[in-house]
């Protein structure tokens, strides 16, 4: 028998072949006590499991919710606060939180609601959960005693969160049609003012990936890198009069990856390197190969260009830059989104992993450090830096052997003379954790 003139024992064979070279050892964990300087918060989404990806089975716990966690180094890395019950969604980019470090405010973009139903199946998790329409925010002036101050309803399935440099505007993404681009003004630290817009260039084919996606502000100016379909990148200058806002693109809308997820603004500003994930549609979700890093040098003027690209792990969704802006460290979920039952022929499902990353300063230019580090747990969505670039945070959303997990963690990683060394250290939080993001 021939299958587009390879015989079925050809391609059995090169499948094995395949499946074996996708493999990742793990990195043993050593007695090393984490250092990690600072604070972040964990948010997780506890209404499905990894597997329910690919099976639609969510295998919800009950008395297990919707969770955001603030830690703190001064108490070594323990939860200063009993958890809030936050409507969160998985199903989105790792970009659903930001910090307001003058009020000390948390945004919380809501891009699927909770499920509140008894069904333990959907069809399809991507489509089928209800929508989600509001930014949440949380005050942690005092940290003990964190509290909802605001839910505020900007759009429908909100695709991110991202604040600028004097904490006056908050700007997101939405499914909404002819709204997909959402800018907020923000009194006293509240969202006040919500405008909304389009661009010509929002896919109207493909709905799952259509749209605007995530936002980033840049460090010191109004300017936004906005991920547009998933595929394409395009700059804004945000223009504010009178309370009146308006967009001014700079320069052209680029290609930039086959499927990227997020992005980060290196410290200096002049370099926004973003995470491609290289996946396909159908048979691309386990065919497609590693992915990569791609580093774009911007210019205020219009003329940004593509400095590099490094391949590093399977699906890194979320990844992080140093804030000394030496380093980047990528979460890669490889294919552990697989269910552990009837999924034997997914490749790359048992283990994850991180890539190290150097980043050149002067140039932008990518150089990836070492082989990929692997790991246990599923679906690693993110990972951050501490403030003294030495210690990294990975969120790993559950057990992928348990059936009906209850909880997530968070693992702890030495970054030294160039090499990841995994502690023993894990801080338990609840199943689904996806999104870090230090604070200030």
Not at 143 to 149: E, G, I, M, R, S
Not at 222 to 233: K, P, Q, S
Not at 370 to 386: I, M, N
Request: hydrophobic share 35%.
């Amino acid at each position: 028998m021939k299958i587009t003139g390879i015989s079925l024992c050809t391609l059995v064979a090169l499948f094995g072949v395949w499946h074996f070279t996708q493999g990742q050892s793990i990195a043993p964990s050593q007695k090393v006590s984490p250092n990690f300087k600072g604070r972040f918060l964990a948010i997780s989404d506890a209404d499905m499991i990894a597997g329910a990806y690919a099976n639609g089975e969510l295998n919800k716990v009950p008395g297990i919710e919707d969770e955001l966690v603030l830690f703190d180094d001064k108490e070594n890395t323990s939860s200063l606060t009993e958890p809030l019950h936050i409507s969160n969604s998985v199903i989105s980019w790792p970009a659903i939180l930001e910090w307001n470090p003058k009020y000390q405010f948390a945004y919380i973009a809501e891009t699927r609601a909770v499920h509140k139903g008894e069904a333990q199946k959907m069809k399809n998790v991507f489509t089928d959960f209800p929508v989600g329409k509001k930014i949440t925010v949380v005050d942690y002036s005092n940290p003990t005693t964190p509290k909802v101050v605001q839910e505020k309803q900007i759009g429908e399935n909100i695709q991110g969160v991202s604040i600028n440099a004097s904490g006056t505007l908050l700007v997101s993404g939405s499914t909404e049609k002819g709204k997909e681009l959402v800018v907020m003004g923000l009194k006293d630290g509240l969202v006040q003012d919500v405008q909304s817009f389009t661009h010509e260039g929002i896919s109207a084919k493909d709905t799952g990936n259509g749209g605007i996606r995530t936002i980033e502000f840049h460090p010191t100016k109004n300017i936004i890198a906005v991920n547009l379909n998933n595929t394409d990148l395009v700059f804004f200058k945000i223009i504010e009069n009178n309370g009146t806002v308006t967009l001014s693109q700079l320069g052209d809308t680029m290609e930039v990856a086959k499927r990227w997820s997020v992005g980060n603004w290196h410290p200096s500003g002049q370099y926004f390197i973003l995470s491609d994930l290289r996946w396909g549609d159908g048979l691309g979700q386990i065919t497609h190969g590693k992915g990569k890093l791609v580093s774009i040098g911007f210019d205020e003027g219009g003329n940004h260009t593509i400095i590099d690209k490094e391949k590093v792990g399977l699906s890194p969704e979320g990844f992080d830059i140093s804030p000394d802006g030496n380093y980047a460290v990528t979460a890669n979920m490889r294919r552990t989104w697989a269910p552990k039952k009837g999924f034997w022929f997914v490749p790359a499902r048992k283990e994850s992993s991180l890539s190290l990353v150097k980043i050149n300063p002067n140039t932008g230019e990518l150089t990836k450090v070492g082989k990929d580090y692997g790991f246990e747990g599923a679906l690693p969505e993110d990972a951050v830096f501490d403030q003294d670039n030495n210690t990294i945070a990975v969120a790993v959303y559950h057990d992928r052997n348990e059936e009906f997990p209850k909880e997530g963690w968070i693992d702890f990683w030495e970054l030294e003379d160039d090499q990841l060394i995994k502690t023993e250290k894990q801080l338990k939080v609840a199943r689904g954790v996806h999104n870090l993001l230090l604070i200030k």
